[in-house]
């Protein structure tokens, strides 16, 4: 089977399993509008519906409904999909009536098939609309500026110059830049880097050889105008980029973050239907992408392209990937960042994406244990810890004050803790005991005195700190409170304990003692 057959045969498959999908969405949406109750309802429709499902199958994959070919119009897709459900309606409608078994509810019978032909022409509308925004580019595809805007139409040089670019060195034109976006972006640029060096490189690009052919060392400026929106694989492409500059080299990216998404999508549609689509777009590009159930569908049908990005997440994808940010500057309707390199790229292979996560932290004697817990924060927001120390330094409590990581639904959950309960994991591994001192993170730790760190790693770190006992406003009296706890545990660890639980359970159940 040829790689081309391979794809559309996988693609089939998968199409397959969402029509399934469709169908058992629309039978249980329709058995809900029954007088009846659905407890009744569906054991009496259970073993029709498995005929009705191979019956739709079945006519599905000989008229090729799952084998769609994307170089046909959108309209042929839903024409596809309309004879396909025609032909069941049909072959259903005739099974129904010449067997005898007209005493099945036609709401149930015909309102699935009107239902699951809705959706499908809405996922098929939504496919299609990704498919021709894959095809679009924010300039052309991996050409350099110098080529796109070449004054003197000799299109073929041109191209000629471009087949041996992995080995040549670009300079490009102060107009070529000016004529490629604005002035403005031309004097943001002009602050950081040479733009007439040969040892600056200018790209719109998305694809990753375009950056992994550069030589390495060579350039001391990378400058990318394709949004990251478009990237496929952001970590390996900023590694890449990483990779081909010298320490304090300079890399200059775009994106359009979830904030300017919003206000985009609110201002494209009226009033009421912005709000609907504000609520598909949350769900498809940014939740859909999180989940292990919907990534692989969401990444097969997108490919990467147009994908929501907040901030944070941004800036935490390019600390991860070794840079340090320099400056940010909003023009044309997108945010640039002007980023230096720092370091190489991080080697954890773990970064905080999905709901449930794991965060390094110090355990007992200074191993580093994986802690679990629900995610609070922006996606990548634990390499940005230092940075948001530096901007915000610490309010009462040892907390990060205004912390910009944390998300909206992330400051609901941790006032009634639920970010914690999985933690529970980590208490039955053996990781961590009911009480004791706070497991810290690199940063947080290295902010402690010499001599609590190392009483710290004698001991097991705990679910409930000494913290909802003493009550602590500054990183002094934090530690002064953990090295009180600390000293009584080691010569009575199991009657400090017993008092400490139950002193902190008083001042959270009594006095509503909160860490955040």
């Known amino acids: 089977m040829s790689p081309s057959r391979a794809s559309r045969f996988k693609r089939g498959w998968v199409f397959w399993i969402l029509d399934i999908l469709i169908i058992v969405i629309s039978f249980l949406f329709i058995a809900k509008l029954k007088p009846a109750t659905v407890r009744i309802v569906l054991p009496k429709y259970s073993d029709p519906f498995y005929i009705f499902m191979i019956i739709w199958s079945f006519v599905s994959l000989a008229i ?24 069941i309606t049909g072959l259903v409608s005739f099974i129904i009536y010449y067997f005898g078994v007209a005493h099945y509810s036609r709401l149930m019978v015909f309102g699935t098939i009107g239902f699951a032909t809705l959706l499908e022409v809405v996922f098929t509308g939504l496919y299609t609309y990704f498919l021709k925004l894959n095809r679009r580019s924010f300039y052309y595809e991996g050409e350099p500026i110098g080529t796109l805007f070449d004054v003197s139409g000799n299109k073929k040089r041109e191209k000629n110059r471009l087949k041996d670019q992995a080995e040549k060195s670009y300079t490009y034109l102060d ?11 031309h004097d943001l640029v002009a602050k950081f880097c040479d733009i007439n060096s040969d040892q600056t490189f200018i790209a719109s ?22 949004r990251i929106n478009d990237l496929r694989h952001i970590n ?4 890449s980029v990483n990779e081909r500059l010298p320490e304090d080299g300079i890399y200059i990216l775009s994106a359009e973050t979830a904030q300017m998404r919003i206000e985009r999508i609110k201002n494209k549609y009226p009033v009421l239907l912005n709000y609907v689509a504000l609520g598909f777009d949350y769900l498809l590009k940014r939740v859909a992408p999180k989940l292990k159930l919907t990534r692989g569908i969401y990444f097969l049908l997108t490919r990467g392209q147009n994908r929501a990005l907040t901030k944070v997440e941004i800036l935490g994808r390019l600390y991860y990937a070794g840079f340090e940010i320099l400056h940010e500057q909003q023009l044309d309707k997108l945010l640039y960042f002007v980023m ?17 996560i794991r965060l390094q932290r110090h355990g007992k004697d200074g191993k580093e244990i994986s802690v679990y817990k629900f995610r609070t924060m922006y996606p990548y927001s634990e390499y940005l810890q230092e940075y948001a120390y530096r901007m915000n330094e610490l309010q009462k409590g040892g907390k990060i004050k205004d912390d910009f990581r944390v998300s909206p639904l992330g400051k609901i959950l941790r006032k009634v803790w639920l970010d914690e309960f999985p933690m529970i ?13 706070r497991p810290l993170s690199k940063h947080y730790f290295s ?11 004698r001991v097991k770190p705990g679910l409930i700190p000494p913290f909802y006992v003493d009550m602590p406003n500054t990183l002094d009296e934090i530690q002064d409170s953990e090295m009180r706890y600390l000293n009584a545990y080691m010569n009575r660890p199991v009657k400090t304990d017993w008092n400490y639980f139950w002193r902190a359970l008083n001042n959270i159940a009594i006095k509503r003692a909160r860490s955040a």
């Open 205 to 226: 690009t998305s694809t990753l050889f375009n950056i992994q052919k550069l030589r390495k060392d060579y350039y001391t400026s990378i400058i990318n105008l394709k």
């Open 175 to 185: 107009e070529s830049l000016v004529e490629a976006s604005s002035r403005e972006f």
């Open 447 to 457: 902010l402690y005195s010499e001599e609590l760190k190392e009483k710290r790693t």
């Open 340 to 356: 230096r390199k720092k370091s190489n790229p991080k080697k954890d292979q773990n970064p905080s994406y999905g709901p449930l």
């Open 236 to 239: 390996t492409f900023f590694a």
């Open 64 to 87: 090729g409904k799952y084998h769609l070919i994307s170089k046909l119009k959108r309209k042929d897709y839903f024409l596809m999909i309309l004879i396909s459900n025609a032909a």
């Open 425 to 437: 994991i980590n208490l039955l591994r053996g990781e961590l005991k009911i009480v004791g001192v």
